[in-house]
């Protein structure tokens, strides 16, 4: 058994729809073609009894009224039977004439409608005859009129234009549903061909900007991102392993001359494994940062706790450890004497991990007699800290690369001095991920400043 896919849903639903029209439409014509008939039909019975009772009143016609016989009345009525056959070459098939006295008994009729036939149209009229007093003209009409007949071949021709209308709308909904999916199928035959090697390929957009425009639109953008998000991580991967293969190198270096020289030498002995304790910290420390930057681009757990801390205790604990990282560099930093809380909506050890980066950075790369001041405001329901150094700045060239993985400046590409190069990657996640964000405004040999924007607690 075949699956429906979605072409044929939509054929389905295009020929469902055109035939519900399509029922939709005769249905109301034959109501109100039915309805106009069944009125003309009614006009037409009233018309026509008037002309019989304009003829049954003449007095030439007054012998077949008092016309000699056993009636079905009384009095006058019981020896006189009216007769109305002359009136019968003018019915119509299904209808009947008939004469009625007071009492609703028959006197005459004329017709072959019946009386055991469904009456479905009636047209009466009272008169006085003589002998017969008070009667009434009845004319009814079972169905079978030239009228009621024209109306149930409309109905029959209505209905077979619904089985055509049914055959043309399953046809009309696989051609539209084809030609309307036809651009869908070329997209997935070109995402089909797109791999992991070839990311730069890119859907062919329709002219019509229209909802297929967009959603080739939307797949280009995503695309796009994935390419972009590929690229990043082959540069990570290789600098991650750039960064630990150089300790590494330099471990079993040193490893060689102790197996060489080290039983022989306490001073080899001794410098090689000073050599492998700086190295072995240098990896320690590159793949706690690696374990912190993959931490960060988490989401963060839907769990309530207490997820805030206070900036100036995290400040006041920081800025004193900093004093040896170069202490020719001076540190401007007033706090308030208010002593109230600045509640940040990002846990302690968070904070303190991005403001050590920006202050220990500020604080490296500025040369002796410099200064950097740090300073916090609250504006529009943000805490505001900026870091600003009178150090060696970042050429425009440079800064749109700053929060990249493991880049370096071209004033620290020492290993003594420029660290792995993630600790401004490191800050801009955290940031990101508490709903914060970090500008960072440069300018060459004048110094640079760091804005991080913390959402108040």
Request: with cysteine; proline share 4%.
């Amino acid at each position: 058994m075949k699956t429906w896919t979605f072409s044929r849903k939509v054929s389905a639903s295009i020929a469902l729809a055109s035939l519900m029209v399509a029922i939709v439409l005769s249905g109301f014509v034959y109501i109100m073609f039915s309805q106009w008939t069944e009125g003309q039909e009614v006009n037409l019975l009233e018309a026509k009894l008037r002309q019989f009772e304009l003829q049954i009143g003449e007095v030439s016609f007054l012998p077949s009224l008092l016309k000699p016989g056993i009636g079905k009345g009384s009095g006058a009525a019981a020896v006189l039977k009216p007769d109305l056959s002359s009136f019968a070459a003018d019915l119509d098939k299904g209808q009947r004439l008939q004469m009625l006295d007071s009492k609703e008994r028959v006197l005459a009729e004329a017709g072959i409608g019946g009386v055991d036939k469904e009456v479905r149209y009636k047209a009466e009229s009272d008169m006085d005859l003589p002998a017969y007093g008070s009667v009434k003209l009845r004319l009814t009409d079972s169905g079978y009129s030239r009228t009621a007949t024209a109306v149930r071949e409309v109905g029959r021709i209505l209905l077979f234009g619904l089985l055509i209308a049914a055959g043309i709308a399953v046809v009309a909904g696989w051609l539209v549903a084809r030609s309307a999916l036809k651009p869908i199928r070329s997209m997935i035959g070109e995402v089909q061909s797109i791999g992991a090697n070839n990311l730069s390929r890119r859907l062919q957009l329709p002219a019509a900007r229209d909802e297929l425009y967009e959603l080739g639109a939307t797949f280009n953008g995503l695309m796009h991102k994935l390419s972009v998000s590929f690229d990043q991580q082959r540069r990570f991967v290789a600098d991650a392993s750039h960064e630990l293969k150089t300790p590494l190198a330099i471990i079993e270096g040193h490893t060689h001359m102790m197996q060489r020289w080290g039983k022989k030498s306490p001073d080899v002995l001794e410098e090689s494994l000073a050599f492998m304790m700086d190295e072995t910290r240098r990896m320690k420390e590159l793949i706690a940062q690696l374990l912190l930057l993959a931490e960060t681009e988490e989401p963060l757990p839907d769990v309530a706790g207490d997820g805030g801390c206070d900036l100036k205790a995290t400040l006041n604990e920081l800025l004193p450890q900093t004093v040896h990282v170069n202490p020719e560099v001076k540190l401007c930093y007033e706090e308030e004497r208010s002593g109230e809380a600045l509640l940040i909506r990002m846990p302690a050890s968070a904070s303190y991990q991005v403001l050590r980066n920006i202050v220990e950075n500020a604080l490296k790369y500025t040369p002796e007699g410099g200064t950097v001041s740090l300073e916090h405001f609250i504006e529009n329901g943000q805490v505001i800290v900026s870091v600003a150094d009178t150090g060696m700045g970042v050429s425009s060239q440079q800064l749109p690369h700053i929060f990249d993985r493991f880049y370096r400046t071209e004033g620290s590409r020492n290993r003594t001095q420029g660290g792995s190069g993630l600790g401004l990657a490191i800050a801009k996640a955290i940031m990101e991920r508490y709903g914060g964000s970090i500008v960072i405004e440069s300018t060459p040999g004048q110094g640079t400043k760091v804005t991080l924007r913390f959402v108040q607690g």
